[in-house]
């Protein structure tokens, strides 16, 4: 397995991005349906430094599936990333809405980042080899 470690980094970082941005338009969504990271102004450093590791930590797995799997096209990464959001984070968010009294819209609103992450990544990663 070889892995392309700036790639991994920036993934890692532009997901990162990403998801600032996508949290800070979907504030005012979130914030109707109660969701606390919602009603923050601004989150603090560690918090924001934990992500950072998260991010990278994803693009990693995501990486190292690439490499095993071998895919090498923008259609393969595509289809693994749907893949991994249908078993992972999905399956995840439908257990907190029927079992932890989440929000369907909150749950909703991290399903559209889990999938637009998982996207970004397998596409650079497979690409940039």
């Given at each position: 397995m070889t892995l392309n470690y700036l790639a991994i980094v920036v993934a890692g970082i532009a997901v990162f991005a990403f998801a600032a941005v996508y949290y800070s338009l979907m504030a005012p969504r979130g914030a109707r349906s109660g969701a606390p990271w919602a009603q923050?102004?601004?989150?603090?450093?560690?918090?924001?430094?934990?992500?950072?590791?998260?991010?990278?930590?994803?693009?990693?797995?995501?990486?190292?599936?690439?490499?095993?799997?071998?895919?090498?096209?923008?259609?393969?990464?595509?289809?693994?990333?749907?893949?991994?959001?249908?078993?992972?984070?999905?399956?995840?968010?439908?257990?907190?809405?029927?079992?932890?009294?989440?929000?369907t819209e909150t749950a909703a609103i991290h399903a559209g980042d889990w999938l637009a992450k998982l996207v970004i990544i397998a596409v650079i990663v497979a690409i940039w080899r």
């Open positions: 923050r102004r601004r989150p603090p450093p560690t918090l924001l430094a934990l992500e950072l590791v998260k991010a990278l930590v994803v693009a990693a797995v995501v990486a190292g599936l690439i490499s095993l799997i071998r895919i090498t096209d923008v259609v393969g990464a595509a289809e693994l990333a749907l893949a991994l959001w249908v078993g992972f984070p999905v399956v995840l968010l439908i257990g907190s809405v029927t079992q932890e009294n989440t929000p």
